[in-house]
C-alpha cells in the first residue's frame, strides 16, 4: 500500500509571545503543497524484526530510530501490536526547510497503518497521535487549510481556496536553525491579527501578512531575501519565506504564462506546481 504525503507552506506566521517553558505562540495558517514523497508499506512475513526502512531520493540525517516514520510506527505498534512491515520512503521534499515534510511522513504513516491493517481510528484520534510526534503533525491528518496557535499544535479550519494558484518554491543550500530564529525574535502582535488578515483578497497580503522570521533571517542570509525579492521581480502576487525558512514561495495568478524562470542558483531546489 502506498501514499504520498505533501509539504505545506506557512501563510503568515507571527510569533506572538515567549512562554514560561521558553516556546513561543504564534499564529500562522498552513496550506497543503503538492510536492510529495513517497511513502509504501508492505506486510514481513516470518521476519524477527518488526520492521525495515529502506530509503531513497533526499538524504534525512539521523538514526533511522528517529526518523518519524519509525517513530509513527512504534506509536501504534505499541497499542496495536502491529504485524511487522516494510517501509518505503522516497524523500522528495527538502528537510529543515520549513516544508514540513518529516511531521507530513509522520502523519501519512499514521493514516497508511490505519488504513492497511483497518485499526479504524478516527480522524480525531489520528491527530492525537499525531501531537505526539510534532506540533504540525497533526495538520497533515486532514491536509486542509488550517489556522494555527498556541505552539503551533491548537487548530481551526479556515474557508480559504487557492486552488488553480501557481506556486514556485525555492529552497537554497542554507540551514537555518529553528531554535536560534526564534532566539532572536523580539514576539508581538501584529495590528491586524493574521486570521484577519487570511480574509483579504490576496493582492492585499503583500503589504498586510507577515512572516516574523524573515525580519532576524535576512539580515544573516541575504540570499534567502534576494529569492524572495527576484519571485516578485517575475510578477508573484505574494512572496514569503515558509516556517522558519530556508524555503520561499511565490504565487502566481493561475493565468499566469511566465512563472519565475529566473536562476535561483545552481545548489538551490526548485519546485513548480499548482494549489489544489
Ligand atoms: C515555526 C514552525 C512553523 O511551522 O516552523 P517550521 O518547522 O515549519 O519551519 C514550527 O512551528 C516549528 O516547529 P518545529 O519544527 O516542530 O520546532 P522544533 O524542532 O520542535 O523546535 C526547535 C526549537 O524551536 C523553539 N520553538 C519551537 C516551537 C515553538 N512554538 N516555540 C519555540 O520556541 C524551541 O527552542 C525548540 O527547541
Ligand atoms: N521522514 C523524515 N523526513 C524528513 N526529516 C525527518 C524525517 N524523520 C526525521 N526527520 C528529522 O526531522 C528534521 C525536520 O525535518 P522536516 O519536518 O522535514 O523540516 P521542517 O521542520 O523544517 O519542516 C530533519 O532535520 C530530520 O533530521
Redesign the pocket.
Known amino acids: 500500500m502506498i501514499t504520498f504525503p505533501n509539504a505545506k507552506i506557512?501563510l503568515g506566521?507571527n510569533i506572538v509571545e515567549k512562554r514560561p517553558d521558553?516556546?513561543?505562540?504564534?499564529e500562522?495558517v498552513f496550506y497543503p503543497v503538492p510536492l510529495e514523497d513517497a511513502l509504501e508499506i508492505n506486510v514481513l512475513n516470518e521476519s524477527n524484526e518488526k520492521f525495515r526502512l529502506y530509503q531513497a531520493g533526499l538524504e534525512i540525517e539521523g538514526e533511522i530510530e528517529n526518523n518519524l516514520v519509525v517513530k509513527a510506527y512504534k506509536l501504534l505498534d505499541e497499542k496495536f501490536n502491529l504485524p511487522p512491515v516494510d517501509i518505503h520512503l522516497f524523500k522528495h521534499i527538502p528537510s529543515g526547510a520549513?516544508l514540513?515534510g518529516g511531521?507530513s511522513d509522520a502523519a501519512y504513516m499514521l493514516k497508511l497503518l490505519n488504513e492497511k491493517f483497518n485499526l479504524e481510528l478516527t480522524d480525531e484520534t489520528l491527530e492525537e497521535y499525531a501531537a505526539k510526534l510534532?506540533?504540525?503533525c497533526a495538520f497533515f491528518i486532514r491536509n486542509t487549510p488550517t489556522y494555527a496557535e498556541g505552539?503551533?499544535n491548537l487548530f481551526s479550519p479556515i474557508s480559504l481556496s487557492l486552488k488553480g494558484y501557481q506556486i514556485v518554491l525555492v529552497k537554497p543550500d542554507i540551514f537555518v536553525s529553528?531554535?536560534d530564529a526564534?532566539?532572536q525574535i523580539k514576539p508581538h502582535r501584529q495590528n491586524i491579527p493574521l486570521k484577519e488578515v487570511i480574509k483579504h483578497p490576496i493582492e492585499e497580503w503583500k503589504e498586510l501578512m507577515v512572516n516574523d522570521f524573515e525580519e532576524s533571517v535576512f539580515p544573516k542570509f541575504p540570499a534567502i531575501k534576494e529569492i524572495k525579492d527576484k519571485l516578485y521581480q517575475e510578477g508573484a502576487i505574494y512572496a514569503a519565506m515558509?516556517?522558519?525558512?530556508s524555503s520561499v514561495f511565490g504565487l502566481f495568478k493561475p493565468e499566469d504564462k511566465k512563472t519565475a524562470e529566473k536562476d535561483f542558483g545552481e545548489k538551490a531546489f526548485v519546485y513548480r506546481g499548482i494549489l489544489k
Open positions: 506557512n506566521l521558553g516556546y513561543h505562540n504564534l500562522t520549513g514540513g511531521s510534532g506540533a504540525d505552539i503551533g529553528t531554535r526564534f532566539a515558509t516556517g522558519s525558512g
